[in-house]
């Protein structure tokens, strides 16, 4: 059993390894107000791969995600330096920054239900690109509450509030939302946090599906999510990158740095 | 060794002492209920005060279809004093209308560029600036609108008087737009920063945030804000005595002067004998004001709760 799942992994390095570069990531720094929260940071993401990101609190995580769709825009001291090229052309190139979010799908650690009907809250990413009739949004809402798993619980209660869902129901909804812009990019932190087991396990089952379709960054304080899930996985610790590799490679003990086996093996600190 | 022995078994009476913080508890108890008891005992006191002196009027002399239908103002006439009060509540009624045209916008235009677009200092500045406006006292709007607003109409537009609607309505609504602005505030700031958030990266821009997302979602608290300026409106007493011409006229422009129902009782009662039908009729305005602002605080408040209950 053990041996089939490393074959399979073995296989998909060989895949991922060969896929064009989705995000090309160059000495990315980041500060907030003087303070550096990630340091010189160099990796790449490819195309059609589940990237995980692993490390403990503090390590600049979701700092490195706020990176890739510029929401340092609006957080006051951010600042970043370094290169960060999507599909060829830097991030920070971009004037139209709403066009460039419009290809990134976000889910934060915490559901955020927006307080309108479930229908609307997927519905919302396409009215702002300018879609306003039902019968071309219907199809869409659709389509994205069935990727998310979440199409058959609120079917019946489309008009219902979105902030009443249960949390796991919620995050389902993020996600169908994040969807509903038709990303290429879809960037995960830590969305399991309010989500119970069985729900993480269904939401795992789309992202495997998702996969074929675009690329996903999964951060994760889970290291056994990761393992599941990530084709590449990077380790992260206190603003530094320890190192990337394969998943399979970095649970099988085949490490460059000891940190790494330490905090994948649970014996850390 | 093994046995329990009774020493081991806490002594929950011991425990279950009536300590200190026991008696401050229920102290403070018993002394917020009185508190607030005596201060509905008030509210039931003035409302039961101004109904007993215009109940006499509102038994004999009243006459609803007078008193809401006409607009004859005629207390002090010796042979045939008339008690219409519509010339009255359409002067209020006109002046608050147009108050709220110049506040909405303008407390609304405040409240969402301290609230989404300024940061800092500017913020912080602003925000004063708007509590030290709504320190102003009535009277000294009274006074703008005497004596800068008044030339100011008639010069602007070429009218004989500048004391009308329009500079009434002026002054009032800068006079609501503050208190208007702080609670409007309240509400955008009370919508979590993760909502925000979540339409920025789906790629909205910041009006698009502002106008999909944020502002739906403080509705019920934009639409208190609204509420109590509005009542504000209807209670202001001085300003618009000062400022409104303070003349009985049924206003076909927002150029004709006109008289408020706060500004007559004002203006009238202390010249009134206790118990005559004049004082008495100017009671059953206020019983009438009371009634007024009392539906829109309430609304304004279940309005409110409404916002709890999501
Ligand atoms: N908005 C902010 N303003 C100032 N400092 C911040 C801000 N966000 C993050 N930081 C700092 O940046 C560093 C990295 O934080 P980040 O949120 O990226 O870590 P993380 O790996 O996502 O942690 P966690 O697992 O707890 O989510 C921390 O030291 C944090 O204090
Ligand atoms: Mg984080």
Redesign the interface.
């Known amino acids: 059993m053990v041996e089939a799942d490393r074959s399979s992994a073995a296989e998909t390095d060989e895949v991922v390894s060969t896929a064009p570069v989705k995000v090309d990531v160059r000495n990315l720094t980041i500060s907030y107000s003087g303070k550096t929260a990630l340091r010189d940071v160099t990796l790449d993401i490819r195309q059609n791969e589940i990237f995980g990101i692993i490390g403990p609190a503090n390590s600049g995580k979701t700092s490195f995600l706020r990176a890739l ?1 510029r ?1 340092d825009l ?1 957080i ?1 001291g951010m600042k970043v330096d370094g290169s960060i090229v999507l599909d060829g052309r830097e991030v920070r190139k971009w004037r139209n920054v ?5 290809r ?3 889910v ?1 650690p ?1 559901p ?1 239900g ?3 009907s479930v229908y609307d809250n997927v519905a ?2 396409p ?3 300018g879609i306003k009739k039902r019968a071309r949004l219907d199809p869409i809402v659709e389509r994205c509450l069935q990727r998310a798993a979440l199409w058959d619980e609120v079917k019946d209660r489309l008009d219902s ?1 979105g ?1 009443l869902l249960s949390g796991g129901q919620q995050q389902r909804l ?1 996600i169908a ?2 969807l509903s ?1 038709e990303p290429d990019l879809l960037l995960l932190d830590e969305f399991s946090i309010a989500v119970d087991p069985v729900t993480t396990m269904r939401i795992e089952e789309v992202l495997k599906e998702l996969k074929q379709e675009l690329t996903i960054v999964l951060v994760t304080n889970l290291v056994q999510q990761a393992r599941r899930l990530a084709d590449r996985t990077a380790f992260f610790l206190t603003g530094e990158l320890v190192e990337v590799a394969a998943t399979s490679a970095l649970f099988s003990g085949e490490v460059n740095d000891e940190r790494t086996r330490a905090y994948v093996e649970g014996r850390f600190g | 060794m093994s046995r329990v022995t009774p020493a081991s078994i806490p002594d929950t009476q011991v425990m279950d002492r009536r300590n200190l913080d026991w008696y401050v508890d229920k102290a403070v108890q018993v002394l917020v209920f009185v508190g607030g008891v005596s201060a509905i005992l008030f509210i039931i006191g003035i409302f039961v005060f101004i109904t007993k002196e215009g109940f006499g009027f509102l038994t004999t002399t009243f006459d609803a279809q007078e008193f809401f239908t006409s607009p004859r103002w005629r207390p002090t006439s010796e042979h045939n004093p008339t008690y219409g009060a519509l010339a009255l509540i359409v002067g209020t009624a006109s002046v608050t209308g147009l108050a709220m045209l110049v506040a909405v916008p303008f407390s609304l235009g405040a409240a969402i560029y301290i609230g989404e677009f300024a940061t800092g200092k500017t913020r912080e500045a602003l925000k004063v600036l708007v509590e030290l406006l709504a320190a102003i006292p009535s009277v000294v709007w009274g006074f703008i609108g005497l004596s800068m607003m008044n030339p100011l109409i008639i010069k602007l537009f070429n009218v004989p008087v500048g004391l009308n609607v329009l500079n009434a309505g002026v002054i009032l609504g800068l006079m609501a737009a503050p208190i208007m602005t702080t609670i409007a505030e309240d509400s955008l700031k009370a919508v979590p920063d993760g909502y925000r958030e979540a339409a920025e990266a789906l790629g909205a821009t910041r009006w698009q945030v502002i106008f999909k997302v944020v502002l739906p979602a403080a509705k019920n608290g934009l639409v208190a804000a609204v509420l109590l300026g509005v009542g504000r409106g209807f209670g202001e007493t001085m300003a618009v005595l000062m400022a409104s011409g303070h003349s009985i006229n049924l206003p076909t422009s927002i150029f004709d002067s006109v008289r408020a129902l706060t500004a007559t009782i004002a203006a009238e009662l202390g010249e009134t004998a206790v118990g005559s039908d004049h004082y008495r009729a100017l009671f059953t305005l206020g019983i009438f004001l009371f009634l007024i602002t009392f539906l829109i605080n309430l609304t304004a408040d279940l309005v409110v709760r409404g916002i709890r209950k999501k």
Not at chain 1, 98 to 102: E, S, T
């Open positions: 769709n929401m609006f006051p709403y066009a460039l979010r419009r990134i799908g976000v934060f915490l955020v927006l307080p309108m919302l990413a009215r702002l690109a509030l902030s993020t939302r994040a812009q």
